[in-house]
């Protein structure tokens, strides 16, 4: 059981560049969220999902695109790199417990740098 | 709409004294879930605590405790003789009731805490 991974660990991109970041949970969790974390501003979440098939954006979603086509995977798309996106980005993904709330988990982490 | 404040941004004290981080939330649910996570030098996030808002017994776990208090919206956390491995950043974050609460998580902008030995 690998929970949340995300790939990859470290990239440096130039302005105008497209990439793709990964996540996967092997958890079969429903809900999936990305999120980016800057200096002194906490964690912003970026996009999120509730099931395969089904998603909707945070706080700050321009400049990135998500897709949910399996419960697994949960990527996230930069479509033209800015150095505003250089940020340590994490994947999150969440189990609903019943009458309990839920518990998120989190991956490591992706530290972009825009150039 | 959603809201955590940290005030604290950076607090340092010197081990074995006891800190509190606060944390001050905005919400409109009745429903709604506060958590605590730590975020040590290495980078990964920890989570620590989850607290529903029907809850509001305090806990303690170990040199942690977490007061909560709805009258104040508050979600306080206390370290009781602090120790060196306890440097690292804290948030306080906060998520609504609702179908897709478990993905909306709202964080605070974070308390750095130093303990120095």
């Known amino acids: 059981n690998a929970g949340v991974t995300q790939t990859p660990k470290f990239q440096v991109l130039k302005t105008g560049q497209s990439m793709t970041l990964q996540c996967a949970q092997d958890m079969n969790h429903e809900y999936m969220s990305w999120y980016r974390q800057d200096p002194g501003m906490g964690l912003r979440l970026i996009h999120y999902s509730v099931g395969a098939g089904i998603t909707d954006q945070g706080e700050v979603p321009n400049g990135y695109n998500v897709s949910r086509s399996t419960t697994e995977d949960f990527p996230l798309r930069l479509l033209s790199a800015a150095p505003s996106q250089t940020s340590v980005y994490f994947c999150a993904s969440s189990l609903r417990l019943a009458g309990a709330g839920y518990e998120q988990y989190f991956g490591p982490g992706t530290r972009l740098t825009v150039t | 709409a959603q809201k955590v404040t940290q005030a604290q941004t950076e607090i340092s004290v010197v081990e074995k004294e006891d800190v509190t981080l606060d944390c001050v939330y905005e919400?409109?649910?009745?429903?709604?879930?506060l958590f605590w996570y730590k975020q040590p030098p290495s980078g990964e996030l920890v989570f620590l605590i989850r607290r529903n808002s029907f809850d509001e017994q305090n806990e303690i776990s170990g040199r942690y405790s977490w007061n909560f208090q709805k009258s104040t919206s508050s979600f306080n956390f206390t370290i009781t003789a602090s120790q060196v491995v306890d440097s690292a950043v804290y948030f306080c974050?906060?998520?609504?009731?609702?179908?897709?609460?478990?993905?909306?998580?709202?964080f605070g902008s974070g308390t750095r805490l130093s303990i120095r030995p």
């Open positions: 919400t409109r649910d009745t429903t709604y879930y």
């Open positions: 974050a906060l998520s609504e009731g609702g179908y897709s609460s478990a993905s909306k998580i709202i």
